[in-house]
T-cell receptor
Framework: AQTVTQSQPEMSVQEAETVTLSCTYD???????LFWYKQPPSRQMILVIR??????QNATENRFSVNFQKAAKSFSLKISDSQLGDTAMYFC????????????FGGGTRLMVKP | GAVVSQHPSRVICKSGTSVKIECRSL??????MFWYRQFPKQSLMLMAT?????????EQGVEKDKFLINHASLTLSTLTVTSAHPEDSSFYIC?????????????FGQGTRLTVV
């Protein structure tokens, strides 16, 4: 079974600054995907970024980038130029390849962007 | 991205009654749908996986007779909370996926806030 751990229950950052959210996972699989999801106050889950484990290059989506360290089983999310709209819960998630696209979520990090 | 519509967005029911929550994929065929429960300030807890045309697979500790899941078509799955009690009050979220190996994205509904009084 896979486990996903987010060690930071809450974080805050000043608007326009950079923040990094941590995520570690445990698996014996070699082929998998990792995701970061955002859940704003509306509670709609929004995909932020995705990483395929077989790709060494870190994924980037505009202000969002990841630091994927496969050997260390670490998958952190960096948010640059933080905006007030980034205030939300952030969930790291793991998906085993060829396993029906089932997600295993971490406990979440509540991020507050301060003006 | 694809759209998943979940209805109702919030419902209040009396203890002992049953409530049905619908999850529809609007512009794609969802081979697999997942049902989650989320307590306040906590993560999403997978309740069950439902595949079109077959019985749902429930996670350990989830009562299949309490939470009835039906996935009768490729665009609709329903979760029925039977004989609801106040402890069933929670936020329920569905997600849908095509199940294709190369399409790994899961699309989420807006969630349903259930309050049992």
């Amino acid at each position: 079974a896979q486990t996903v751990t987010q060690s930071q229950p809450e974080m805050s950052v000043q608007e326009a600054e950079t923040v990094t959210l941590s995520c570690t996972y445990d698996t014996s699989e070699n082929n998998y995907y990792l995701f970061w999801y955002k859940q704003p106050p509306s509670r709609q889950m929004i995909l932020v970024i995705r990483q395929e484990a077989y790709k060494q290059q870190n994924a980037t989506e505009n202000r969002f980038s990841v630091n994927f360290q496969k050997a260390a089983k670490s998958f952190s999310l960096k948010i640059s130029d933080s905006q007030l709209g980034d205030t939300a819960m952030y969930f790291c998630a793991f998906m085993r390849r060829n396993a029906g696209n089932m997600l295993t979520f971490g406990g979440g990090t509540r991020l507050m962007v301060k003006p | 991205g694809a759209v998943v519509s979940q209805h109702p967005s919030r419902v209040i029911c009396k203890s002992g009654t049953s409530v049905k929550i619908e999850c529809r994929s609007l512009d794609f065929q969802a081979t697999t749908m997942f049902w989650y429960r989320q307590f306040p300030k906590q993560s999403l807890m997978l309740m069950a996986t439902s595949n079109e045309g077959s019985k749902a697979t429930y996670e350990q500790g989830v009562e299949k007779d309490k939470f009835l899941i039906n996935h009768a078509s490729l665009t609709l799955s329903t979760l029925t909370v039977t004989s609801a009690h106040p402890e069933d009050s929670s936020f329920y979220i569905c997600s849908a996926t095509t199940g294709e190996v190369m399409n790994t994205e899961a699309f989420f509904g807006q969630g349903t806030r259930l309050t049992v009084v």
